[in-house]
C-alpha cells in the first residue's frame, strides 16, 4: 500500500474554548490533488496551519510527508510550499527579494533562486515588476507573487489556502494550468477554495467540512452523484402561478427547492420533466436546465442560509 | 480671486464638522488610553525631577536673558513643558498615522465614505491636541505646587504647550506623508533630537557664542520654550507675538502639506 | 554547506538595512555629538563655574561622555528590538511567513539578537571615536568600553523584543517608550550621579541594567572606581539579558504558533 503523504485522524483544534476544528479524519495520498471546502469559518485555514506545521493540533494523530509537524517541523516545511490566505509579502522588499529572502530561508543557494526567480516570475506574468516593491502591485499580482514564493523551493506538498481568490479570469486559468502541471510532475497539492468550479477542475478528491467537522468526503464526480441529481432544473414563475405548479413539479422531482426568485427542482432526466410539466398544465416564463454541479452538493451539505 | 482659492484649497482640503468623528473613532480605538495619558504627563515630570534635582545643585542659579535670576529647576521646567509637547506631538501623531496610512489603511476606508481629506488632518491634530491639553495642566499643576512657579499667567502656559503641539503635530503628520517605511522614523529622530538639546531647553542662549545664536533662533522649540517661560515667569513683551506667529505659521504650512499629500496618496 | 538557519534572518535584516542606512549612519555619528555639544560643552559650561567634588575633577563633559555610550547604546537597543518585532507579528507580517519556513521562532529571535549585537558594535564605536575627538577621553580606553556599552546594550534587547512580542495595542508600545524609556536614560547615572537622588531611589536604580553599564564604561574611560565589583555589574548585565532571551523565546512561540 502506498503511504499517505498527509494523514489526520480524529484531529481537532481548539482556540481557547472554541473548536474550530472537531476531530476530523482524512488521508491526502501522494501526487494527488486534494481539496477541502466549507462555508466561512468551517476551520479550513485552521486545518492548513496544522498541515503546514505552523500550529500544533490540540488533539489527535496527525503525521505529514511520514512525520510527527510538532517534532520534525523544521523537516516538514523545508520540503512544503505555502500559499497562505492573508497577504504577508514582505513590504519593505522588492518583488524579486520577496523571492530572494525566501528562498534564503531554504538555505538555496543565490545562484539557484536567481534561475528559479527568473522562472517563477515568468510563471506568474510578473517579469517586468520585477524590481517594484511590493505595495504599489494590485491585488491579484500580490496574489500570484504569493504562488510564485511558495513554489521557490521546489516543493513536494504544496499548500494553497484561496490561491485564486481575488484573480482575474486568465489569471486563474494560468494558475491552474500551472498546478495541473505540477501535479503531472508528482507534486502533492492541498488546496481550500470557495469556487467549485475550481474545486471540480483541480481536485481529485475533497472534503466538505462545516462547523469544524468534515461532513462529506470523495471525488467531485462521486458526491455530486451520492448527493444529487444528474440534473438541474431552474424554473420562475408569474408570482401567482407558482403556488399552483408547486403541487405538480413535487410529482415529477426527486427534490425541490423553492427559492425567493426560483424552484430548482432535482432530476435525473430533465428534459422528461420538462415535458411532464408541460404535458401538465405547468408553464414557467423561463426554464434552464443544467447539469447538476459541485455548487448543488455543497449547498445542499452546508445549507443555504448563513449561519453563524 | 475666489477661482485662485479654490485652486489653492479644493474642497478635499476645507474641513467640516464631520473631523469630529474621527477624533470619536480614535477615542474607541485607544482602549487603554489612561496608559497613554499617563505616560505623556509622567514624561516632563520625570524630565523635571531628574534636571531639576539631580543636576540642579550643580548648576547652582541661571540668569534669563531678561535678566531675572532664579534657581535652576525653575528656569528649566517651562523649557521641559515645551519640549515633552513636542516630544508627545511627534511620538503620538507619527508611529499610529503612519500605520493607518500604510498598512492598516483606515483612511482608505474612511474616504470611502461622506468624510474628506481634511476632515482626516483636522480629526487627528485635534486628537493629538486633547491629550497635549491634559498633560500639560498636569504639569502646571504641579509648578504650581512645587512652588516652581508663582505667576498668575501659568495657565497661559498651558495654551501656549498647545500650539507647540500643534506646531509639532502637524509637522509630524506632514513628515509621515513623506515616509515609506518605518525606517524613515530614524530621520525624524535626526530632526528631534537638536531641536530638544539646542533650543534653550537647558540653559540660555547666551552660553553660546554670539554668532551662533541666530542659528539657534530658528529651531521652532525655542519660540516655543520662550513663549512658555514667559508665562510662568510673568514677563511678557512684544517679542512673544513674534514666538507665537511662528509657531502658528509652521503649523498652518504643516496643515497645508497634509492637506495637498493626503489628497495625492489616498485618492490618487 | 549548510549556514545557521539565524543568520538566514540576519541576511535579510542586512538586505533591508542597504536601503535604510542613510538615515541611521547619520544619528548614529550626529547622536554623540550633538549630545556632547549640547549637554557636555553647553551645559558643562554652566556646571563647570562651580567646584563639584562629586563630578570628579576632569570637568562635566568628561564625566557626561562615558555615561552616555552606555546610555545611547541602550537608546539603540531598545528600538532595534522592540519595533522590528512588533511590525513583523503585526504590521509587515514578516514574521508569519518565516514560520513557514524552515525557521524556527528561535532562529527569528537569535538573528534579531545577533543583528542588534553588530549594530550596538557599531554605533559604540562611534561613540568612542567621537569621544576622542571631544578630548573627553583617550581612544584606546573608549574603544575598550565598547563591549561594555554593547552588553548593556543587550541586557535591554531581549527583554525589549519579549515585551514587543507580547504587546497587543501600539498604544502600549507608545506609552512603554515614554514612560520607561526616558526615565531609565535620565536615571541611569549618566547625566549626574545617582547619589543625588533621594535615598529611597538609589536601590531602584540600581536595578536599572543602563546604571551598571554606566558604572562600567565610567570605570574603563575615566578610571573612575567601580561601585560593585566588575563581575558583579557584569554578571548583572548579561543575567538580565539571558533573562530576556528567554522571556522574548516564550512570548514568540505564543504569539506565533498557534
Ligand atoms: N488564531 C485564532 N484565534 C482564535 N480563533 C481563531 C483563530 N484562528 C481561527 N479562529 C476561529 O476558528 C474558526 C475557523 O477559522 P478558519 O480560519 O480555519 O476558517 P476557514 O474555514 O478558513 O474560513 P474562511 O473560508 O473564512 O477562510 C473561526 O471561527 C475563527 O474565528
Ligand atoms: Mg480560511
Known amino acids: 500500500m502506498v503511504e499517505s503523504l498527509v494523514v489526520g485522524r480524529g484531529l481537532s483544534k481548539k482556540f481557547g474554548d472554541f473548536t474550530a476544528v472537531d476531530s476530523i479524519d482524512f488521508q491526502i495520498q501522494a501526487g494527488e490533488a486534494f481539496g477541502f471546502l466549507g462555508p466561512n469559518g468551517a476551520g479550513k485555514s485552521s486545518t492548513m496551519r496544522m498541515i503546514g506545521a505552523t500550529s500544533p493540533p490540540t488533539s489527535g494523530h496527525l503525521r505529514v510527508l511520514g512525520m510527527d509537524p510538532m517534532v520534525d517541523g523544521i523537516k516538514i516545511r523545508g520540503r512544503l510550499g505555502v500559499v497562505p490566505q492573508e497577504d504577508n509579502l514582505d513590504r519593505e522588499l522588492s518583488v524579486y527579494e520577496n523571492l530572494l529572502t525566501y528562498g534564503r530561508y531554504f538555505n538555496m543557494a543565490r545562484a539557484e533562486i536567481d534561475r528559479r526567480a527568473a522562472e517563477l516570475l515568468e510563471f506568474v506574468q510578473l517579469s517586468e515588476r520585477r524590481d517594484s516593491r511590493v505595495d504599489p502591485l494590485s491585488g491579484g499580482m500580490k496574489r500570484r507573487l504569493i504562488i510564485a514564493r511558495g513554489l521557490i523551493n521546489q516543493p513536494e506538498l504544496l499548500i494553497l489556502d484561496e490561491p485564486t481568490t481575488g484573480l482575474d479570469p486568465q489569471a486563474r486559468h494560468v494558475v491552474w494550468d500551472r498546478l495541473y502541471q505540477l501535479k503531472q510532475e508528482g507534486v502533492t497539492l492541498v488546496i481550500t477554495t470557495h469556487y467549485m468550479d475550481e474545486a471540480e477542475q483541480l481536485c481529485d478528491r475533497l472534503v466538505v467540512m462545516d462547523k469544524g467537522r468534515i461532513v462529506a468526503e470523495g471525488s467531485p464526480r462521486s458526491l455530486i452523484e451520492r448527493y444529487s441529481t444528474r440534473d438541474v432544473l431552474e424554473l420562475r414563475f408569474e408570482a401567482d402561478a407558482r403556488d399552483q405548479a408547486l403541487p405538480v413539479i413535487e410529482t415529477v422531482a426527486q427534490r425541490t427547492e423553492n427559492l425567493p426568485d426560483k424552484v430548482m427542482v432535482y432530476t435525473d432526466n430533465a428534459d422528461e420533466a420538462v415535458i411532464r410539466l408541460s404535458n401538465n398544465g405547468v408553464h414557467p416564463i423561463s426554464t434552464l436546465i443544467r447539469r447538476s454541479t459541485l455548487e448543488d452538493v455543497f449547498l445542499r451539505l452546508t445549507g443555504r442560509q448563513l449561519i453563524e | ?268 | 554547506m549548510n549556514t545557521p538557519r539565524s543568520l538566514m534572518v540576519v541576511e535579510a535584516e542586512y538586505r533591508i538595512y542597504r536601503r535604510t542606512w542613510r538615515g541611521t549612519v547619520l544619528t548614529t555619528w550626529l547622536r554623540p555629538i550633538l549630545f556632547l555639544v549640547a549637554m557636555g560643552m553647553g551645559l558643562g559650561a554652566l556646571i563647570d563655574r562651580n567646584v563639584n567634588q562629586a563630578l570628579g575633577e576632569a570637568g562635566y563633559l568628561a564625566f557626561l561622555a562615558p555615561g552616555l555610550m552606555a546610555a545611547s547604546a541602550m537608546q539603540t537597543a531598545i528600538t532595534e528590538a522592540s519595533w522590528p518585532v512588533r511590525t513583523g507579528i503585526k504590521w509587515r507580517k514578516n514574521y508569519w511567513a518565516q514560520i513557514s519556513t524552515p525557521l524556527t521562532t528561535n532562529d527569528l529571535l537569535t538573528g534579531l539578537m545577533i543583528w542588534i549585537t553588530i549594530r550596538l558594535l557599531f554605533v559604540s564605536t562611534a561613540f568612542a571615536v567621537v569621544i576622542w575627538v571631544f578630548g573627553a577621553g583617550s581612544f584606546g580606553k573608549a574603544l575598550m568600553a565598547v563591549p561594555a556599552a554593547t552588553l548593556t546594550g543587550m541586557a535591554f534587547a531581549s527583554p525589549l523584543a519579549a515585551f514587543a512580542a507580547w504587546v497587543k495595542e501600539d498604544s502600549t508600545m507608545i506609552a512603554m517608550f515614554r514612560f520607561s524609556i526616558i526615565p531609565l536614560f535620565l536615571f541611569s547615572g549618566a547625566f549626574f550621579p545617582i547619589e543625588q537622588l533621594p535615598d529611597f531611589l538609589e536601590p531602584i536604580v540600581v536595578l536599572s541594567p543602563a546604571w551598571h553599564g554606566v558604572d562600567l564604561c565610567r570605570w574603563i574611560i575615566l578610571g573612575t572606581p567601580l561601585t560593585l565589583s566588575i563581575w558583579t555589574e557584569l554578571g548583572y548585565l548579561a543575567a538580565t539579558m539571558a533573562a530576556g532571551w528567554w522571556a522574548a523565546a516564550r512570548q514568540l512561540r505564543k504569539r506565533l504558533i498557534v
Open chain 2, 1 to 268: 480671486m475666489s477661482l485662485l482659492l479654490a485652486r489653492l484649497f479644493p474642497p478635499q482640503s476645507r474641513p467640516t464638522r464631520r473631523a469630529g468623528r474621527l477624533l470619536q473613532r480614535n477615542l474607541l480605538v485607544y482602549k487603554h488610553i489612561w496608559m497613554v495619558i499617563i505616560a505623556g504627563f509622567c514624561e516632563p515630570v520625570f524630565y523635571l525631577f531628574a534636571v531639576g534635582v539631580g543636576l540642579g545643585s550643580f548648576v547652582g542659579d541661571v540668569t534669563t536673558a531678561g535678566g531675572q535670576t532664579l534657581s535652576y529647576a525653575a528656569f528649566v521646567a517651562p523649557g521641559l513643558l515645551a519640549a515633552s509637547a513636542m516630544n508627545g506631538a511627534i511620538v503620538e501623531s507619527t508611529f499610529p498615522i503612519f500605520f493607518k496610512l500604510h498598512y492598516n489603511r483606515t483612511y482608505d476606508a474612511v474616504l470611502a465614505t461622506p468624510m474628506r481629506v481634511a476632515d482626516i488632518t483636522v480629526g487627528e491634530i485635534l486628537w493629538a491636541q486633547l491629550r497635549a491639553g491634559i498633560y500639560a495642566c498636569g504639569f502646571l499643576a504641579l509648578m504650581y505646587v512645587t512652588g516652581l512657579t508663582t505667576s498668575p499667567w501659568a495657565p497661559g502656559a498651558a495654551l501656549g504647550a498647545l500650539l507647540v503641539g500643534f506646531t509639532f503635530s502637524a509637522a509630524g503628520f506632514a513628515a509621515v506623508t513623506f515616509m515609506r517605511t518605518w525606517h524613515d522614523f530614524d530621520m525624524i529622530q535626526l530632526v528631534i533630537l537638536p531641536l530638544f538639546l539646542f533650543s534653550g531647553t537647558f540653559y540660555p542662549l547666551s552660553v553660546y557664542p554670539p554668532f551662533l545664536q541666530p542659528i539657534m533662533q530658528i529651531s521652532p522649540l525655542y519660540h516655543g520654550t520662550e513663549l512658555l517661560r514667559a508665562f510662568t515667569l510673568g514677563q511678557f513683551d512684544w517679542t512673544l507675538a513674534g514666538h507665537a506667529g511662528v509657531l502658528v505659521l509652521m503649523g498652518t504650512v504643516g496643515l497645508f502639506i497634509i492637506s495637498r499629500r493626503l489628497v495625492g496618496t489616498l485618492l490618487k
